[in-house]
């Protein structure tokens, strides 16, 4: 854990994930008393204006502020990757866990099940069930796309428990006749809740993603500011090829910055659980040759001494 | 069907004739069986979702498209085409497995229905014009992406931590959480609309007779493809680099590898055919786990350029209610990507001696 803390990639991208947390929390009510305005209010005076004093990353073309719906859209997609994240490592652990811990013929079942849902491009079936659906709300769409993006993290849930079974402790447990579902919930999860935090901030962030790819595509009406409704609009209204680069590039760049925020604490995480990464194989090379060296001179010497 | 899905990391198996239990002498060609039998399962399973989804659907899609039809001709839609329709969605009065059987009878005779937006042309018809854009667009793109951004990793991973790691690293950590088509606006804005560089729509000079055997249409199809790719390209480039570099970060301490330097090799030699040979497998694997998601950089590309292949025709279809168009497209990207799916899983059995039957 200090560890975890120290590490600088992993201290980085933290501040800035909880920068987007509070943001998240405090956005509307920001927008509301600081900028005194609301993402939906309309300034007949300035209809799709540039960055400015008045609007500080102009308009829309229907005259709304685009700081404010920058703003509020945080907590719009962070809504959705958390309700999806949730759902997906829910699924995840249930699946993964069972079929790992069980094994057998479960477990063949299970992980069948999971790489065909692994396998099939999720993009366009999210697009079809989308397509069939009247009403496409955030909710909805999270719930789509949690329900397709569970395999991943299954996959990694599973290897783990699979892992920890063998262990001595849960041996041990067997052979004290531990009750199955006690070992799961009190022994073996507590374990996995490593991978599974580390999953479910991916899962999080997959769902920022993927909702602000699905809102792109068209799905879902306007009943909330997301970042992706933002870029969606973008490309409805034409905002490109009338030069209207602040109604795409802000959000955009939202969900970038939370996307290396991400890979940054995840790259501690692998750095602390696997100390290869980060120091170079010199050393390790250095030491090798002195040691094959030294050996060759051994050698040499039995043939001599022969 | 338990560890079907090729082990990323390589097992540390001994590479030796071992001793212990023989994996069989056609070790590789009971992988390949065994990936094929699931392929086929997974085929089986998109194709009966393909049916399933419409029909649990809430809502009578059947009706949605009769009305839809409605509206697209501007007359109520004769026996024939209510027909067409039933046939394609089932006729409620027939039993759900009469139906199953129905759909499975169409897909064999490449029935795929009539497609409402373009009423009355076949969906085959729609599907098979947009279909060789697609492949040109992806294809090309996954495969030079996928050979830069290895390539690189296989640069930067070569001394972690060194100064290429640490500067590239970050940064391509931030250009990888960049949203595709996002990435594709800025693209259209910067090089299409500020600069002027390239076209921003379409798939050729409407100007040019389309032409498969003139210079000038080949041409034009280059230039028009040029930003699309570009930004494809660059997208897919930043996941290898991170995949690979990650992998060969780890093989540059391989007992082989240090061997190699003992043995007095070149560098250059001991990177390339040492630890990035090594490192390859699992982004070969990668590879094929990846081909379903690079659909998605595909579709989202041909939208923003408008690019006359399947993403951009499912973008309407979904748009217009076409849902015959919808389901035949999606059917059609599912088994391309599992027949991708089942080449790369080929490619990585040349590629590991130790799924290879052993001489």
Redesign the interface.
């Known amino acids: 854990m200090r560890q975890f803390l120290t590490n600088g990639k992993v201290r980085v991208g933290l501040v800035i994930l909880g920068g987007f947390l509070l943001l998240a929390l405090v956005g509307p009510w920001l927008v509301s008393s600081v900028l005194g305005t609301d993402p939906h209010r309309i300034d007949y005076d300035a209809l799709g204006v540039g960055p400015g004093a008045d609007h500080l990353l102009g308009t829309t073309s229907s005259g709304q502020d685009v700081l404010a719906q920058l703003l509020t859209g945080c907590r719009g997609s962070v809504e959705v990757g958390l309700l999806s994240g949730v759902l997906a490592v829910g699924v995840a652990a249930l699946i993964g866990v069972t079929g790992g811990f069980l094994g057998g013929r479960t477990d063949q079942l299970l992980t069948a099940v999971t790489n065909i849902f692994a396998t099939l491009p999720s993009l366009p079936l999210m697009l079809i069930v989308a397509g069939y659906m009247t009403r496409v709300d955030s909710v909805v769409i999270a719930l789509l796309i949690g329900l397709f993006e569970w395999p991943v993290c299954a996959r990694y849930l599973r290897a783990q428990t699979l892992s920890l079974r063998g262990r001595d402790f849960v041996q041990a447990l067997r052979m004290v006749g531990e009750s199955r579902w006690r070992m799961v919930l009190v022994e073996i999860m507590p374990h996995l809740s490593g991978v599974l935090s580390s999953l479910f901030l991916r899962a999080v962030v997959t769902g920022v993603f993927a909702e602000a790819g699905l809102r792109f595509l068209g799905i879902g009406g306007g009943d909330s500011v997301t970042w992706g409704t933002m870029i969606a609009f973008a490309q409805q209204q034409d905002g490109v090829l009338r030069g209207m680069w602040w109604w795409f590039v802000p959000p955009g760049l939202f969900i970038a910055l939370l996307g290396t925020a991400t890979a940054l604490v995840n790259f501690g995480l692998d750095e602390i659980g696997n100390p290869v990464l980060r120091h170079s194989g010199r050393a390790a090379i250095r030491r090798a040759r002195a040691h094959l060296a030294a050996r060759r001179d051994r050698t040499n010497t039995v043939e001599v001494t022969s | 069907?338990?560890?079907?899905?090729a082990a990323p990391v390589p097992a540390p198996t001994p590479r030796g004739k071992s001793r212990g239990p023989r994996t069989g002498s056609h070790a590789g060609w009971t992988f390949l069986l065994r990936r094929l039998g699931?392929?086929l399962?997974?085929a089986w399973?998109?194709i009966t979702?393909n049916f399933l989804?419409?029909r649990f659907?809430?809502?009578d899609?059947a009706v949605a498209l009769l009305k839809n039809l409605q509206q697209t001709t501007g007359a109520a839609p004769n026996t024939a085409a209510v027909r067409a329709v039933r046939m394609f969605y089932g006729d409620p009065t027939r039993n759900l497995l009469q139906q199953y059987l129905d759909y499975w009878n169409n897909l064999a005779h490449f029935d795929f229905g009539l497609s409402v937006s373009h009423y009355p042309t076949p969906v085959s018809g729609i599907v098979l014009d947009a279909l060789p854009w697609t492949v040109l667009l992806a294809g090309t793109t996954t495969v030079i992406g996928w050979l830069l951004g290895t390539l690189l990793g296989a640069f930067v991973g070569w001394?972690?931590?060194?100064r290429a790691d640490s500067l590239l690293?970050?940064i391509t950590?931030?250009l990888?959480?960049?949203?595709?088509?996002?990435?594709a606006?800025?693209a259209?804005?910067v090089f299409?609309?500020?600069l002027g560089w390239f076209p921003?729509s379409g798939g050729y000079d409407p100007d040019v007779p389309f032409q498969l055997n003139n210079l000038w249409f080949l041409l034009s199809v280059l230039r028009y493809g040029a930003l699309p790719a570009f930004t494809l390209i660059f997208i897919g480039i930043n996941g290898w680099m991170f995949a690979m570099r990650?992998v060969m970060?780890?093989t540059?301490?391989e007992?082989y590898?240090?061997?190699a330097?003992?043995k007095g090799l070149r560098p250059r030699r001991v990177m390339l055919r040492y630890a990035a040979r090594n490192a390859l497998l699992p982004n070969v694997s990668g590879l094929a786990?990846a081909l379903?998601?690079i659909?998605?950089g595909v579709?989202?590309a041909e939208?923003?350029f408008t690019y006359p292949g399947l993403g951009y025709v499912?973008?309407q279809?979904?748009?217009s209610?076409d849902?015959p168009l919808?389901?035949t497209?999606?059917l059609l990207?599912?088994l391309g990507?599992?027949a991708a799916?089942l080449i790369a899983d080929s490619t990585y059995v040349l590629l590991d001696p130790r799924t290879r039957e052993e001489r």
């Open positions: 069907m338990a560890a079907t899905r699931f392929y399962v997974t399973a998109a979702l989804i419409p659907m809430p809502g899609p001394k972690p931590g060194g690293t970050p950590a931030f990888y959480s960049l949203p595709p088509f996002w990435l606006l800025l259209v804005y299409g609309f500020t921003i990650n970060a780890g540059v301490s007992d590898v240090l061997l330097h003992a786990l379903g998601s659909f998605g579709v989202f939208i923003v499912l973008f279809a979904v748009s209610h849902y919808m389901q497209i999606f990207i599912t990507v599992l799916n």
